[in-house]
T-cell receptor, first 111, second 109 residues
């Protein structure tokens, strides 16, 4: 079946530090991959996506590259801000409509 | 203003009571979903609907029921058979990507 594994949190970084949140997946075929962000007390917002191998999704300084050979979709940002503090979810969509989510990684950025 | 509206934002359930969570969308999406979020467990799919008058069970459908009488609406009922209903419930619409509402937090009195 489909599954997504994210690195355990919480992750605590100082402002302007480099961020990597690891995400690997298991799926048959060629899933689409997503990163969602959840701010406290809110729903999920799509951060970026990639639909085929070697695609790079990017948004608001965040990037992730769809690596089929390593079944990974790691999230990166060169310089985090306090406002990036949130929970980040990696997800995949294979056949069908529903998403399979990782357990989420909490990020706290301190001034 | 387009979007997904979930109501209420906070909901309390008494023992043995059924409660219904509302999800309304004006995005004209065919597909709608209900997820449950528990701390440290990510999101798990309860039910989904790809078209009006049709819906399918997700991974954790026991103790829940849904209806899809209109394209815009996909209410979720948490029945008394759901023994651990305290969670954050998220409604989503669309296919790729999915769009999410702001959620309903359900607690037990």
């Amino acid at each position: 079946g489909n599954s997504v594994t994210q690195m355990e949190g919480p992750v605590t970084l100082s402002e302007e530090a480099f961020l990597t949140i690891n995400c690997t997946y298991t799926a048959t075929g060629y899933p689409s991959l997503f990163w969602y962000v959840q701010y406290p007390g809110e729903g999920l917002q799509l951060l970026l996506k990639a639909t085929k191998a070697d695609d790079k999704g990017s948004n608001k300084g965040f990037e992730a590259t769809y690596r089929k050979e390593t079944t990974s979709f790691h999230l990166e940002k060169g310089s985090v801000q306090v406002s990036d503090s949130a929970v980040y979810f990696c997800a995949l969509r294979n056949s069908g409509y529903a998403l399979n989510f990782g357990k989420g990684t909490s990020l706290l950025v301190t001034p | 203003d387009g979007g997904i509206t979930q109501s209420p934002k906070y909901l309390f359930r008494k023992e043995g009571q059924n409660v219904t969570l509302s999800c309304e969308q004006n995005l004209n999406h065919d597909a709608m979903y209900w997820y449950r979020q528990d701390p440290g467990q990510g999101l798990r799919l309860i039910y989904y609907s790809q078209i009006v008058n049709d819906f399918q069970k997700g991974d954790i459908a026991e103790g829940y029921s849904v209806s899809r009488e209109k394209k815009e609406s996909f209410p979720l009922t948490v029945t008394s058979a759901q023994k651990n209903p305290t969670a954050f419930y998220l409604c989503a619409t669309g296919a790729q990507p999915q769009h999410f509402g702001d959620g309903t937090r359900l607690s037990i009195l």
